[in-house]
């Protein structure tokens, strides 16, 4: 019999805050889209390509999904992809997604900004006109390459600004410390645009600070070592600073060892605003459900603790406040009801 508490799960609605466009391609689209853009994989079959998802960290990682994102060409292909995801977070009952996307790996490959933002933004308009989903676009800058390359993506993106909800930092974390983007992130912020970045999910918590004062984000992207540091701790507490964790995606890249031993739970015990959110689904193995379910059972977690984790998504999200209430309330009415049946 199915555990009760994962009932709630499937019914609450939710967010999903830190999700990587070009990580929700799965192998059976990569192997399609190969073959029609007639790109040559180093794969034989699918089953191939989910064998090598076996990583040591996450620069292992990021080798093979540079590689695959090399099948994306046209305004389709990113289009396709998009809504293959969005169909997924319908079905988690994902009612509000704010979507990273890494034009640099496109643009590097001679495809142009405009077709990857225009293929993107067709899915998200579809999924809001089809299901009501709210979205938001996050443009991320890839921090092992220079300032200047970021410079020069957001020059190519500035006719598309207006459909640009705010900026990201992601890639290979040790040894590209925030601090190297600080012009650049200081540039986005006088755009009028909110930024985040990952900080804090192989880097130390100096890089935490780091986004928070020198970049400062409005969101932390993992920042799961934060509590190897009891005075960024209460910082980030007092803030309210809101914490986008990845729990399936830490174990994948070893981050932690075992899903049982992960801090979410101290997280959340801390008074930190943790929330749940998937990362790269294809490669890690599981959906924004899948990782709310597995760390269910792994953290033994209360119908409580889940309801605020859902809760601590759409406070973090860059809804009106307004609707933010809304979706708080009707959380709110699901438990309520789940409690009648019990
Ligand atoms: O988890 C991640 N960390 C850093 N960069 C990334 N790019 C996609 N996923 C990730
Ligand atoms: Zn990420």
Known sequence: MPHSVDELIARLPKTELHLHIEGTLEPELMFALAQKNAVALPYASVEEVRAAYDFSNLQSFLDL???????????????????????????????????????????????????????LCR??????????????????????????DGFAVLDEALPFIDEIDGFGLDSSELGHPPEKFARLFARCRELGKPVVAHAGEEGPPDY?????????????????RSLEDAALVARLAQARMPL???????????????????????MLDAGLCALVNSDDPAYFGGYLGENLLAC????????????????????????PSAQKACWLAECDAVLAAWENEA
């Open 65 to 119: 999904y540079y590689a695959g994102a090399g099948v994306l060409l046209t305004e389709d292909d990113f289009f396709d992809l998009a809504w293959a995801y969005l169909e997924r977070a319908h079905g988690d009952r994902i009612v509000h997604a704010e979507i990273f996307f890494d034009p640099q790996t496109h643009t590097a490959r001679g495809v142009p900004y405009a077709t990857v933002h225009r293929g």
């Open 123 to 148: 899915a998200l308009a579809k999924a809001q006109q089809q299901w009501g989903m709210s979205s938001r676009l996050i443009l991320s800058f890839l921090r092992h390459l220079s300032e200047d």
């Open 208 to 224: 935490v600070w780091q986004a928070l004062e020198g970049l400062q984000v409005c969101r932390i992207d993992h920042g799961v």
């Open 244 to 266: 986008t964790v990845c729990p399936l995606s830490n174990l994948k890249l070893k981050v932690v060892d075992d899903l049982a031993v992960h801090p979410l739970k101290k």
């Open 296 to 319: 269910r059972q792994a953290l033994d977690l209360s119908a409580d603790d889940v309801v605020q984790l859902v809760k601590n998504g759409f406070e973090a999200s860059w809804l």
